[in-house]
């Protein structure tokens, strides 16, 4: 790959720390000013690499990497680097909790939310709480607790000790009640075969032209077992009993904020102490104390509409798979409480996963839905957008059942596609449509958001990370093929898009190589002087997927095994030969040859099944030097 996700990455910690540490203190907000997601955002842009790329921690001081603590520099040293990190983290998570209502920690999206021009949004919408709040707060509250957890394992003064103890309380409060409004955001549309949205379903799915009931009843075939989960959805939102009819469709996923009429979730759980207090001699990692329950403030009434909306089902989606992670598991980052939750909220994502998949290839035809852009939502809008927030769902569903790389192809096909039509990958000329992917972006209007509107006005979330998304999806479909070729296919695309996100990045003094100038690319576009931390985390976390892509054993190709194993059999045996032709006998330098060739013959046949490439060159070297020696040793015969 073009791409070096390694150099990439320290130059944005650098260029990161740059732009937000300034006089001994951390500064908050960007171009959106600062909200609890810019934030987090712009927190995440250290936290992401420093906790999910191995060779970027700095939870461990004494195994901190020069060049990371050269990129962090005006943090300090690898030391006082994780001490300041601590503090700042603690400064936004004590940042955003509403001590007037309850200690209730903030998930408003504050400037993010737009209005058309000329509107005014009333302060309690603004301070309305959304899915997006709620899903970076479960990455950046797991990223939180598992920093804490290892580098406490370093830390020896009491009152350090105590400010570990106090952040990792902070985060796992805001990590349940995020967890909480996740579970109450949750969507189930449920709508008859002939109402509108079941027209446009119906529509998007019967690419054969089959009859409405035949297609009907076979979509709920192949959904009958997610429909009969839907009966273990017992807490939060979400909750159906309508889907028994034959005539009945539905979609699920997550609205955009906590819907209309969600119950509250009830928290059973009195944590147990996840360690003794400092000094008793049988120390673990610190939670909170038994006596103590997370306080999580009360749980607002919901507002939104009770339907899915693509983008946040994406968001979400991509949160909730940070709870079972492996490193979620192997830290144990969750309490008893939140494994309930997790439980219950990994339901959904499965329902969700499953729904989403058979509908953008559920197949009557050869073509799949998903392969006909623009995507069309029940609703009725169309955008290439809206294709790649499927697509992303399916790369999910593929990457949890391991899918076959012919369906895998056929995904990277349809992200190539995308990228084309967006004027990624391909070269943008004044008028393209494609313009609109990225500036304004996908307009989502917020239904029900105008509750607290006197003048009835809508808020508006604008998404502008097609080009980001793509490098993300397109990398981890490369990481599940097994072909080689269409691997190679998957990668170049990948470069492709970084290509372009690369030219868009800022230039100025105070923010440079941050994101987001799409003026660079697109030059009828106005020009920014302040970073997006929205599109440089995203960006982060493209860089995070292919550095652990790059970081995995490369494809093993059968074929190329059993070829290394043929030239290594020949080789062993002509190395046998030697030795009973007493070559060692021979002079020093003889013996040094053979003394190498033992060597590498022993590394060839350790690493013959899983990098059977390099085995294969060493074998090449070993039959060189071995046919050297025979050669020498015939000139010798014909001289005498």
């Not at 957890?149 to 985060?171: C, G, M, P, Y």
């Not at 109450?184 to 709508?191: L, Q």
């Not at 035809?365 to 029940?378: A, F, I, N, V």
């Not at 929205?534 to 292919?546: P, Q």
């Amino acid at each position: 790959m073009r791409i070096e996700p390694r150099q990439h990455l320290l130059e944005t910690w650098k260029a990161t720390v740059e732009s937000s540490w300034r006089d001994g203190r951390w500064h908050w907000g960007g171009r959106d000013g600062s909200n609890s997601i810019s934030d987090a955002e712009q927190l995440l842009c250290i936290l992401l690499p420093a906790t999910q790329v191995t060779p970027f921690a700095l939870d461990r001081p004494n195994a901190t990497a020069d060049a990371m603590v050269r990129a962090l520099r005006p943090l300090g040293d690898e030391t006082t680097i994780p001490i300041n990190l601590v503090r700042i983290a603690t400064e936004y998570f004590t940042r955003y909790i509403d001590e007037k209502d309850g200690n209730r920690p903030i998930f408003s999206g504050g400037s993010y939310y737009k209005t058309h021009k000329g509107a005014e949004l009333a302060k309690e919408q603004l301070g309305r709480d959304i899915v997006d709040s709620f899903a970076i707060s479960v990455t950046l509250s797991l990223a939180t607790i598992g920093f804490v957890r290892i580098f406490r394992q370093s830390v020896t003064r009491q009152d350090l000790r105590r400010e570990l103890r106090e952040l990792e309380t902070l985060a796992s409060t805001r990590l349940t009640a995020a967890m909480v409004g996740l579970l109450r955001s949750f969507s189930t549309h449920v709508f008859d075969a002939d109402e509108e949205a079941g027209q446009i379903l119906l529509q998007t799915i019967n690419k054969s032209q089959a009859p409405s009931k035949a297609v009907v009843s076979q979509f709920r075939t192949a959904l009958q077992e997610t429909i009969a989960s839907f009966g273990e959805v017992l807490i939060g939102s979400g909750q159906t009993q309508r889907l028994v009819g034959a005539n009945t469709l539905f979609e699920c996923g997550w609205s955009w904020g906590i819907v209309r009429e969600a119950p509250e979730v009830m928290l059973e759980y009195k944590p147990a102490n996840r360690g003794s207090e400092p000094g008793t001699g049988t120390e673990a990692p610190v939670g909170i104390p038994a006596d103590e329950t997370e306080d999580i403030g009360p749980q607002p009434n919901g507002i939104a509409e009770n339907k899915p909306y693509l983008y946040f089902t994406v968001v979400a989606v991509d949160a909730i798979e940070d709870l079972f992670s492996e490193r979620t598991r192997v830290l144990g980052l969750l309490n008893e409480e939140q494994q309930r939750l997790s439980r219950a909220l990994q339901l959904r994502w499965d329902l969700t996963l499953t729904y989403w998949a058979t509908v953008a290839t559920f197949s009557g035809g050869p073509t799949w839905p998903l392969e006909d852009p623009p995507w069309q939502t029940t609703d009725g809008l169309r955008s290439e957008y809206y294709s790649l927030l499927v697509t992303s769902i399916v790369v999910k569903d593929l990457v949890r059942r391991r899918g076959a790389d012919t369906r895998l192809a056929r995904i990277g096909a349809v992200l190539s596609d995308l990228s084309n039509e967006g004027r990624v990958t391909r070269q943008y000329r004044k008028g393209d449509s494609g313009l609109l992917l990225h500036n304004p972006g996908l307009e989502v209007v917020l239904e029900g958001s105008d509750t607290d509107s006197p003048d009835k006005t809508k808020s508006i979330w604008y998404v502008e990370e097609f080009a980001s998304l793509l490098l993300q999806r397109a990398v981890a479909i490369a990481g599940l093929l097994n072909d080689v070729e269409e691997r190679a296919r998957l990668l170049r695309l990948a470069d492709g898009v970084w290509d372009h996100l690369a030219r868009r990045r800022l230039t100025g003094k105070n923010h440079r190589r941050l994101w987001d100038q799409p003026s660079n690319v697109f030059a009828e576009l106005p020009e920014h002087k302040e970073p997006s931390w929205y599109y440089t985390e995203r960006v982060v976390a493209g860089l995070v997927s292919t550095a652990n892509l790059l970081s995995e054993e490369p494809i093993v190709n059968d074929r190329l095994v059993i070829h290394a194993f043929d030239l290594l059999f020949e080789a062993e045996h002509l190395y046998d030969m030697e030795l009973m032709r007493g070559t060692t006998d021979a002079s020093l330098g003889v013996v040094d040859v053979l003394t190498e060739i033992r060597s590498k013959l022993e590394r060839a046949r350790s690493i013959a099944r899983t990098r059977p490439g390099a085995a294969t060159a060493l074998v090449n070297w070993i039959l060189l030097e071995l046919d050297g020696l025979d050669a020498v040793r015939g000139n010798e015969s014909t001289a005498i």
